[in-house]
């Protein structure tokens, strides 16, 4: 069976973790702050704070701007739960919108959206490939849109209008307009999850990238303390002769990164842009140039004249099905010996979501694209050979399901 996003563990992995685990630092230590440094380096933001998640990230950003009962945060329909899941444990409240064709957020659907009440903008980069940045950013600056806003904290007051906070789960190295994801917005948001490019097994990365007179390395340090118990000292500084003594000042969260994480991301930060990446892109294309000849085959846009994909996810759709025909269709390439997945099921069609009022007939695109999309494997071990095997088991899997019953 081809798997379908196996983590890259290879033998510089493990001799990183190794060589983590006898140095005596497993938890916030020196190869966390290394990896912060790398990121920012790497992506071009203004600081960088690594946390146990992406979605403690985005829940710790928006309890840094001040969201809580009475606002609103717009989240597309098309996403995974953690996007939308953080506005409810805030307790705002979640304003879904539709997609576009090419799966991302529509910025029609958030015009629409915003109301006197809305306080942040959550784009996602579904696949790996970004959202269109300068549209959304010049919507929140427009002075019709900007004078809707009402600040009710220091940091809403400083920023005066809605905060764009991207979840940039899938796209770390994609980029926009000649700069890198993590830059594109005041506030990104990384995932390191097991199934990423980029992986530290479970973790993520706030990009901070606000404007003047925001102090982004100021902001970098309350977040340290936010992300720890409000713990003014973590395990490294407390570690240094005499500095044992902390104060608590505020009652903050627990989601740092730790030193076992960070070694596994500093590895594959250091090979991303020259080995994982390419592989990537190599099968993406693979898949392109097979799939493009097939009449039933709607393939993705993964680069343009001005973005490019981080190669995450290859949503392939196939034309004029429906979500029960789509459902066999991968029932066959299962059968095939070759695992395969769906990216997303739009969270309205969740059971939680749906007893809370939404409806996935209010989110008509969404709906067409998931009902249709298959995604492929798409991993750095994926032989040339395997990549074969994939193309032609979903060919011959929609020619029995879809070809041969029309």
């Known amino acids: ?125 579904v696949a790996g490939f970004p959202c269109d940045y300068d549209g959304i950013h010049a919507l929140v600056s427009r002075p019709d849109i900007q004078k809707q806003f009402h600040p009710s904290t220091k940091e809403q007051e400083m920023l005066n209008r809605i905060l764009v906070l991207s979840d940039a789960a899938h796209s770390v190295g994609a980029w926009y307009k000649g700069k890198r994801a993590g830059s594109l917005s005041e506030i990104t948001v990384f995932s390191f999850h097991a199934v ?116 995450h996810v290859f949503l392939l759709r196939i034309k004029g099905i429906t979500e029960a025909q789509r459902d066999l269709v991968i029932r066959e390439i299962f059968r095939r010996e070759v695992s395969v997945n769906v990216h997303f099921l739009p969270l309205p069609m969740m059971t939680w979501y749906k007893k809370a009022g939404y409806s996935i007939s209010d989110y008509p695109v969404a709906y067409d694209n998931y009902s249709r999309e298959i995604s492929l494997p798409v991993y750095y071990d994926l032989s040339d050979d395997m990549v074969k095997t994939v193309i032609k088991a979903v060919v011959m899997a929609v020619e029995k399901v879809v070809i041969q019953r029309s």
């Open 196 to 311: 990423k490019n980029l992986t530290t097994a479970e973790g993520g990365a706030v990009c901070l990238n606000l404007p003047e007179p925001f102090d982004n390395t100021a902001i970098y340090q309350a977040l340290n303390v936010k992300s720890l118990h409000g713990q003014t000292k973590d395990a490294l500084a407390k570690s240094q002769a005499g500095s044992w003594r902390y104060d608590i000042i505020e009652p903050g969260y627990k989601c740092n990164m730790t030193d076992i994480q960070a070694s596994i991301g500093l590895v594959e930060l250091e090979r991303y842009d020259t080995d994982m990446l390419v592989r990537r892109k190599q099968i993406f294309d693979a898949y392109k140039e097979a799939f493009s000849t097939y009449d039933w085959a709607q393939v993705p846009v993964y680069k343009t004249h001005d973005r490019q994909s981080s190669y």
């Open 1 to 125: 069976m081809i798997p379908f996003s196996p983590p890259r563990i290879d033998q510089k992995i493990i001799d990183a973790v190794n060589e983590t685990l006898r140095s005596g630092w497993i938890t916030t230590g020196p190869k966390t702050k290394l990896f912060e440094k790398s990121l920012t380096k790497f992506s071009g933001q203004k600081a960088t704070l690594c946390v146990s998640s992406a979605t403690a990230g985005l829940e710790l950003m928006l309890r840094w701007f001040g969201i809580g009962g009475g606002d609103e945060v717009i989240v597309p329909a098309y996403t995974y739960a953690a996007t939308a899941n953080v506005v409810v444990h805030c307790g705002a409240k979640v304003v879904f919108v539709d997609s576009d064709e090419d799966f991302l957020v529509s910025l029609k659907a958030i015009e629409q959206a915003i109301t006197p009440k809305t306080k942040v903008i959550i784009p996602v980069d």
